[in-house]
């Protein structure tokens, strides 16, 4: 073991708090045995060792019609081409309908930048969403990135646009859309959609606003591990931030890039790769409670990420958005649930709300 490798597993076992070269060290020099064993060690102060929990949802994805044209999305449609479309308050019912038959508590919303949508027609859906189904289901409005656009899109400040989503009865939206957030990776890939710092000033007005909030990940793009570390880095800042104001993002998802039908292309994360990166953001970001892993994006394999750090996962019954570009979602709950039983973990349905003590979130684009 290098000086460097021993003093970053050092730092992870006296409960230390890591720096950015201890990170790159331990991605770059530690095994898989030790990645793992170190992010169980974190894992361990927050959970109990066998216990995972998880919850069943779906994500609604309400509109196709997308401006952003991001290069490695296989979703959305240009406003004008065939087969867009926004659903009606009808169809997002019998989405939701279909869920709530699979025994499902939570449904997200994912949808395209619509440019003709703004924050009434979304508060127009969700007040007679709430109305309709009252709190027999949890809701996760929408993604920080739609968020942001429709904000804008109604020249409302983000401030102002959580009071119009809080009045509507909104209480969650999700970190979704975040992919890697580093100014540059964004420039390559989705440079209609945001900056990175503006992405924290939407986060911070949202969870101060008092609604919930969540982080994200997706990789395997083409970005660096500099690109990656970047990431963990701001989240990881903007968390303490957070803490210090009470009011803070209740988890972390991470999930892979799907390369199926982008313009973008490329190949799948190895499932390993995976594990060894959802291990170094449990180890990295010391300050969030939940790290939850995609069984949307990697299937059963996901539960594998229970020995990496991971202790929450969806069983997901659809997201039009992730099965467009290859995502396979399986019905048979049982057969994913025995992988997490078969390493020695306990599954336990949790409430939509209920997250380690906290909350939830959703995946997205
Ligand atoms: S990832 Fe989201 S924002 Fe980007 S093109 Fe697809 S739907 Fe639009």
Redesign the pocket.
């Known amino acids: 073991m290098s000086p460097a490798l021993d003093r970053a597993s050092s730092r992870v076992l006296a409960g230390e708090r890591i720096d950015r070269s201890d990170a790159a060290t331990l991605w770059n020099e530690a095994d898989d045995a030790l990645l793992s064993r170190l992010a169980t060690h974190v894992r361990a102060r927050f959970h109990a060792p066998d216990r995972a929990t998880y919850v069943i949802m779906a994500i609604v994805n309400y509109t ?1 019609v ?5 290069d ?5 449609k240009f406003p004008g081409e065939a087969g867009t479309y926004v659903l009606s308050f009808e169809d997002v019912v019998k989405r939701i309908d279909v869920v709530a038959g699979h025994g499902g508590q939570l449904v997200g919303f ?4 619509h440019p003709e949508l703004g924050v009434e027609d979304y508060c127009n859906l969700f007040r007679r969403l709430h109305a309709h189904y009252g709190d027999k289901l949890a809701f996760y409005e929408m ?1 920080i ?2 968020f942001m ?1 429709v904000a804008k899109r109604s020249k409302l400040s983000y401030d102002e646009a959580v009071s119009q989503f809080r009045a509507a009865g909104t209480r969650w939206i999700t970190g979704g ?1 975040a ?1 890697v957030l580093d100014d540059a990776f964004r420039l390559r890939h ?1 440079p ?2 945001y900056k990175v710092e503006d992405f924290y000033d939407a986060q911070r007005a949202v969870l101060e606003g008092g609604l919930g909030s969540t982080a994200t990940m997706v990789i395997g793009f083409d970005e660096t591990l500099e690109e990656r570390l970047n990431h963990l880095e701001r989240l990881r800042a903007f968390q303490d931030e957070r803490i210090a104001a009470g009011r803070q993002l209740s988890s972390f998802l991470c999930w892979t890039y799907k390369p199926y039908n982008t313009e973008l292309g490329g190949h799948e994360v190895p499932t390993q790769e995976y594990l060894r990166h959802l291990a170094l953001c449990r180890i990295y970001l010391d300050n969030i409670v939940n790290i939850r892993t995609s069984v949307l994006t990697r299937n059963e394999d996901a539960l594998l990420g229970l020995q990496y750090g991971a202790n929450d996962f969806d069983l997901p019954t659809e997201d039009e ?1 992730t099965q467009k570009a290859g995502a396979t979602v399986s019905l048979d709950f049982e057969h994913i649930l025995d992988a997490a039983r078969r390493i020695g973990f306990t599954p336990v349905q949790r409430g939509a709300w209920q997250i380690g003590g906290g909350t939830s979130e959703s995946a ?2």
Do not use: I, P, W
């Open positions: 196709n997308c401006v952003a044209r991001c490695y999305c296989a979703f959305y994912n949808g395209g930048f993604t990135a739609e656009f859309g992919e989705s209609g959609k958005v997205s684009a």
